[in-house]
């Protein structure tokens, strides 16, 4: 089956969404044939969709007005590190699933190429969102636009080098050991 093309859509989140939808029952269809992944599907399923709801409920709180910064997360390195239910290979959905997710990731790069993006891709929580699709897609990841001013600023000049002390007499050297002797390691008794 090819991937049918969709019209383009009003906005940017609803069309990641329709996007992402249309992977997560590409997802379903051809995962049951692999025996591997096939304990992924739901999972996946699930991931994708929250991920649209996400995107979703953010494009409205950007309509509405600016954001608040983000709040200083209270990081808890007590609890346990779990290990990640998907593979964290870079495109591994793509070898998994051959063109069709190459063409749904081709249809995500271009929609996140746009210059509308970049409003939404400037926002910490939608590059968080998108960064494990992105990768299992093989998508590079996305990076914040940098200010003008931070671009062009020069680092610092680095100080001169502090000159040795000077010294009246050079170091000693180490006494040579005449040629017939042997090297101290080597000598017996």
């Given at each position: 089956?090819?991937?049918?093309?969709?019209?383009?859509?009003?906005?940017?989140?609803?069309?990641?969404?329709?996007?992402?939808?249309?992977?997560?029952a590409l997802i379903a269809r051809r995962l049951l044939n692999?025996?591997?992944h096939a304990a992924l599907i739901i999972p996946l399923w699930q991931h994708l969709a929250r991920a649209a709801l996400r995107l979703?409920?953010?494009r409205a709180r950007l309509a509405a007005g600016p954001m608040p910064p983000?709040?200083?997360?209270?990081s808890n390195h007590s609890g346990p590190h779990h290990k990640p239910v998907f593979p964290t290979k870079f495109a591994w959905l793509i070898r998994a699933l051959g063109a069709e997710a190459a063409a749904y990731a081709a249809q995500l790069e271009t929609l996140l190429a746009d210059p509308a993006a970049a409003d939404l891709l400037a926002c910490?929580?939608?590059?968080?969102?998108l960064a494990p699709i992105r990768r299992m897609l093989g998508l590079a990841p996305a990076h914040p636009p940098r200010p003008a001013a931070a671009a062009?600023?020069?680092?610092?000049?680095?100080?001169?080098?502090?000159?040795?002390y000077p010294t009246i007499?050079?170091?000693?050297?180490?006494?040579?050991r005449p040629w017939w002797r042997p090297p101290p390691r080597l000598r017996s008794g």
């Open positions: 089956m090819q991937a049918q093309p969709h019209p383009a859509p009003p906005n940017l989140a609803a069309g990641i969404g329709i996007i992402l939808r249309n992977l997560a692999h025996p591997l979703d409920r953010l983000p709040r200083p997360r209270a910490t929580a939608a590059r968080r969102t062009s600023r020069q680092p610092p000049p680095r100080p001169d080098p502090i000159p040795p007499d050079p170091p000693p050297t180490p006494p040579r």
